[in-house]
């Protein structure tokens, strides 16, 4: 299987060379490549990573001054994988930074970050946080560089790779796997890890109603349950704009498909246009995360049906309305306060999606 290069090891490698002790915290969804970066830092380091799916690493971080400075003394950064998973993570944490000033690299589960956000808050100032989600699309063609005579046939087949199996690692680099191997593995992945996710989150009682929910919103993009990516609704005091909603689109379309069952080539969908138009919310929110742009997303709707599907809003409150289409059209002029409106397509949607997030 092929490592690729990840654009967050860019940040890692710059906060590794920084005078900065805070710990540095790893957030994404389990197989999104957590664990080989930190193997990878290990092996580059020399250092020994910490797995607190292990109740015996958890033992060796209990959190008294006496035992962490038994590991502050044989470590220069301290690797951990799988921090959620010991309930006295924060308070150990801060004794690293409050009493060693030590370098912490942490990765953990971000819909159990979700669950556990007020522990962290107490770790106020004490750290920062980067995102490992599934694979960009610009990741992708950092790591693949087509010649420039074949660009356009394989940025076109790329995309229809992506909208179809998705892009966990594990999923994209195996290019040896058929295409029922690669369902398989989708298969194991949604039953192994994803659903343990929304378990945990919601308190489910069980596999079956975290599945049932899960699908249910994969049939309707756009539900208001808050999971995944969640577009909230832009608020304004136009009467005639919806203010509460929410619509939810997948990170990973692979997952999508797996949950309703459907691996057909996109021209024999119905829902070409809602996969295509999750695709693309998903890509302008892995780049957002991955270039710690400063913008704020939303979709806008008015009670007589009348929609934009993306709003990004930077923090000079400049706004560009963003339309999604499988063909071309003109935008319409919908949203009500001054911006730049944008038509992303099949054709233009990597150019459209580097203007709009470039320099903010």
Same mark, same amino acid.
């Given at each position: ?13 710059? =906060? ?21 970066? #930190? ?65 912490? #690299? ?204 993306? #709003?990004?809003?930077? =923090?000079?409150?400049? =706004? ?13 002029? #919908? ?13 233009? =949607? ?11």
């Amino acid at each position: 299987m092929t490592i690729l290069k990840r654009t967050i090891e860019d940040n890692i490698n710059k =906060y590794l060379k920084s005078r900065e002790a805070k710990t540095l915290f790893i957030w994404g969804p389990r197989r999104s490549g957590k664990t080989t970066l #930190i193997d990878k830092l290990a092996r580059e380091l020399r250092v020994t990573k910490y797995n607190f799916d292990l109740e015996s690493d958890r033992e060796k971080f209990a959190p008294r001054r006496d035992v962490l400075e038994r590991i502050v003394s044989e470590h220069k950064v301290v690797l951990i994988d799988e921090v959620q998973n010991y309930p006295e993570a924060t308070v150990m944490l801060k004794l690293l930074h409050d009493e060693f000033g030590v370098k912490v #690299i942490a990765t953990g589960s971000s819909e159990l970050r979700q669950k556990s956000s007020k522990e962290f808050d107490t770790m106020a100032g004490r750290f920062n946080e980067i995102y490992c989600l599934p694979l960009s699309i610009f990741e992708i063609l950092d790591n693949e560089k087509p010649k420039s005579s074949d660009k356009e046939e394989f940025n076109k087949q790329l995309a229809k790779k992506l909208q179809i199996f998705g892009a966990y690692p594990e999923v994209y680099t195996r290019d040896n796997l058929s295409e029922k191997d690669r369902i398989d593995l989708l298969q194991r992945m949604l039953d192994a890890y994803v659903l343990k996710d929304v378990i945990s989150i919601y308190d489910l009682k069980n596999t079956r109603l975290a599945k049932d929910i899960l699908t249910k919103i994969a049939l309707q993009l756009g539900s208001e349950v808050y999971i995944l990516i969640s577009l909230p609704s832009f608020k304004t005091n136009i009467r005639k704009a919806v203010s509460k909603n929410r619509k939810l689109y997948f990170y990973d379309l692979g997952i999508r498909n797996i949950l309703i069952q459907d691996f057909r080539d996109l021209e024999l969908r119905q829902d070409k246009g809602g996969v295509f138009e999750n695709f693309i919310i998903s890509e302008l929110e892995k780049t957002r995360r991955l270039t710690n742009a400063k913008v704020n997303m939303y979709f806008y709707r008015e009670y007589g049906g009348k929609e934009v599907d993306g #709003i990004v809003e930077d =923090y000079k409150k400049n =706004y560009t309305a963003i339309e999604i289409k499988t063909k071309g059209g003109a935008a319409k002029k #919908i949203f009500p306060l001054p911006n730049i409106s944008e038509v992303i397509t099949t054709q233009n =949607y990597l150019e459209k999606i580097a203007d709009i997030l470039k320099g903010k």
